[in-house]
């Protein structure tokens, strides 16, 4: 993990373009190769990120992220750099879910089709630059789409989503993905945010998908 802290602004070149002007920012460059730019007021979010497989050349007062695949293109004009630090961090363990969560999620992926008929699993824990997303699925046409599992869906559970689908979205081999936020229960607040996102809400039963399991091992 290398962390840039510098005075620059940045270009992004592609299917779609933006512009940050110059300002001091956080630049993490990661061991997968992905580069996002942070600015001191947004959490975790980035303002804008290159996913790998991605190349990064530094040349005298620019540096150009370019995307293996897309040809899409970070620029960051270095008017200053004020610090620059790598560590080795090794190998993350992931988060450790509880037990019931995991367990969902085990379940949902061994019966995908607990959400329509024809779903198949791509994978579960599909890794992004700012996290795992619970599953990975396509429906019944093919599309990509995203679930995220807790026990109870909150509002902080739709926001989170939102930002993986944000994400994913820029993945041409992705895109376009939906999002599905799957819960033993969702509150309201939750549900009338994701449904104005375009995120389907679905209630899982627990016990019944446990039942599924033991009806498929009876015999």
């Known amino acids: 993990m290398r962390l840039v802290i510098a005075r620059c602004s940045v270009d992004y070149v592609g299917k779609l373009t933006a512009h940050l002007p110059m300002a001091p920012r956080l630049i993490l460059i990661k061991a997968d190769s992905s580069v996002s730019i942070h600015a001191d007021d947004r959490a975790f979010k980035p303002l804008n990120w290159m996913n790998p497989p991605c190349k990064l050349r530094e040349e005298e007062g620019t540096w150009t992220v370019t995307h293996g695949k897309t040809g899409e293109k970070l620029v960051l004009t270095m008017e200053e750099i004020i610090h620059d630090t790598s560590h080795e961090l090794g190998v993350d363990p992931g988060l450790i879910k509880d037990g019931v969560e995991a367990h969902l999620q085990e379940l949902l992926a061994e ?57 994913m979205n820029r993945d041409p081999l992705l895109a376009p993905v939906a999002g599905i936020l799957a819960a033993q ?3 309201p607040q939750a549900k009338t945010l994701a449904e104005d996102r375009g995120i389907r809400c679905v209630t899982l039963d627990y016990d019944e998908l446990r039942g599924i399991e033991r009806n498929d091992t009876l015999f």
Request: proline residues 2%; charged residues 25%; neutral net charge.
């Open 111 to 167: 019966h995908i089709t607990t959400l329509g008929a024809g779903w198949t699993l791509v994978r579960r824990e599909y890794m992004t630059a700012i996290g795992p997303v619970d599953i990975l699925c396509r429906d019944h046409t093919g599309a990509s789409v995203a679930v995220e599992l807790k026990r109870r869906g909150n509002i902080d559970a739709v926001e989170q989503l939102t930002r993986y689908l944000e994400l």
């Open 185 to 187: 229960s969702i509150a």
